[in-house]
């Protein structure tokens, strides 16, 4: 019996290309928010080109107070720019420069003289918190590719390096049903039961139409983990 041919290509989209598709989907919604909150464009632009004057407090506010964890303080304000009418203006402060005001207070204020309504009370919480959102999507792509690779490199050590042995096929049991690996339609779950050619029994779920299963006393490849030992069947490799 001769090994079963796999390419890193292959496991990847067969085995492993779907499963950190979550972490992409996580990774994707973080940036478009961040792009919406923090504007990299026009945070930088902030921290270069901003011009700074005074404005003044009309209210300060407080989200979930009772929650330290959610917690967030804000002010609201008002000021004049260079050309043009009074802006309002709102941000999200720490809480030590919340602690500190009052309205009617007077308060530092950046703004772009061209879109004086991009205006930021304490401008480097946009590039602090654009980084952030920038380490956090660093982070989960890293999570992603490092689970990929494990993954990828344990099926490649399975079937490369792990012991071949031939196994008889015992018996059916009808399991859930399950929806099969590029298809849209659920089919049953099947339990194979086995005994292979050192005497050993075991069984393999698979999710595949009852016309494709293996006969009973027909002969199937397995593959033993040289690490744990375990014996894995085609159909849970590819």
Known sequence: MERGEVTWAGLFFDRVGWAPTPFFVLALILGVMAYGIYDPNRAVQL????????????????????????????????????????????????????????EGDSVPVRYLPQAPRFNAVEPSRFLNGLRIVVWVLVALGAVAAIWAQRQISRLLRLVCQGELRAAEVTGHTRGRLARARHSKLRTPHFHIAWRDSTGAEGETSVAVPQADLPVVGATIRLYVDPATGRAYSDWEIR
Do not use: C, K
């Not at 407090?57 to 407080?62: C, D, E």
């Not at 720019?81 to 030590?96: L, T």
């Open 47 to 102: 921290e270069r080109q901003g011009v700074d004057t005074s404005g003044r407090v009309t209210y300060l506010g407080i989200s979930n107070p009772g929650n330290p964890l959610s917690r967030s303080y804000s002010v609201s304000y008002t000021f004049q720019p260079a050309e043009g009418p009074e802006i309002q203006g709102w941000f999200q402060i720490s809480r030590r420069l919340h602690e500190g005001l009052r």
